[in-house]
């Protein structure tokens, strides 16, 4: 691969989902019920789409939302053995939510078992989070920067530090908070499942309106701690 070419985003993405279609701007308008200037602005990489933006497109278009995120002009691929994908945070496809903002990072690659995700984290306690979530499959969570909490459906929450991680079995109800005394805090979170449409799965977590986030860990049980609600899918 010629090592200036750039990856795919989401606004190349749909420009050429747009172009396969013969739709100009204003008829792809028109379909989806965005106004022409924010389609531009995707398309040039000058906007990024919040989840429910993404959603009313997807459904607009009758298409997966995961086709979004990857480049339909490549050819199938066999079984493989050498693919790599450089993980810029230019070129990942961003979802914000009232409680994190995502960075999905290497879009280009179809069919993941692993989906990395960059994540800045603003909910600062449980309650403001909201309902517990859950996927399939697994996860792990490396903290880059500030200090985070981890409830989990089925354990007390932990605190951990920049430098630290955590791996858990992501069908356990879960959030990711801010610890106390910290603002904001940056995690690098790398999903993982046999799955084949697991960027689709953690996309619909988002919730509705952008307002549930789909998140990478869980809440926990104890005496003194009742369980909080799970949200499933």
């Keep these: 691969m010629d090592m200036k070419t750039r990856h795919?985003?989401?606004?190349?993405?749909?420009?050429?989902?747009?172009?396969?279609?013969?739709?100009t701007l204003k008829e792809m308008s028109q379909r989806t019920n965005i106004p022409v200037s924010t389609l531009s602005k995707v398309e040039h990489d000058r906007l990024t789409l919040t989840?429910?933006?993404?959603?009313?497109?997807?459904?607009?278009?009758?298409?997966?939302?995961?086709?979004?995120f990857a480049d339909p002009t490549g050819v199938a691929e066999p079984a493989v053995t050498a693919r790599r994908s450089i993980g810029r945070i230019d070129d990942a496809v961003r979802v914000n939510t009232k409680n994190y903002d995502?960075?999905?990072?290497?879009?280009?690659?179809?069919?993941?078992?692993m989906i990395p995700v960059?994540?800045?984290i603003r909910?600062?306690?449980?309650?403001e989070f909201g309902e517990l979530v859950h996927h399939s499959g697994e996860e792990y969570v490396y903290v880059?920067?500030?200090?985070?909490?981890?409830?989990?459906?089925?354990?007390d929450p932990v605190e951990l530090n920049a430098g630290e991680s955590i791996y858990i079995d992501s069908n356990m109800g879960h959030a990711y908070v801010t610890a106390a005394g910290c603002e904001e805090a940056t995690v690098l979170a790398v999903c993982s499942s046999a799955d084949e449409s697991l960027m689709e799965s953690l996309l619909s977590?988002?919730?509705?309106?952008?307002?549930?986030?789909?998140?990478?860990?869980?809440?926990?049980?104890?005496?003194?701690?009742?369980?909080?609600?799970v949200r499933k899918r």
């Design 102 to 113: 995502y960075h999905y990072l290497c879009p280009e690659l179809r069919k993941k078992r």
């Design 8 to 23: 795919p985003t989401l606004g190349s993405l749909l420009r050429a989902l747009r172009s396969r279609n013969g739709w």
């Design 205 to 229: 977590l988002h919730g509705e309106a952008g307002e549930i986030a789909a998140a990478t860990s869980r809440d926990s049980r104890s005496p003194s701690n009742p369980p909080a609600k």
């Design 144 to 155: 880059l920067e500030g200090r985070i909490k981890v409830h989990t459906e089925f354990y």
């Design 118 to 120: 960059m994540t800045l």
């Design 51 to 68: 989840y429910d933006k993404l959603l009313q497109l997807s459904q607009r278009l009758n298409i997966r939302m995961s086709e979004l």
């Design 123 to 127: 909910a600062k306690s449980v309650e």
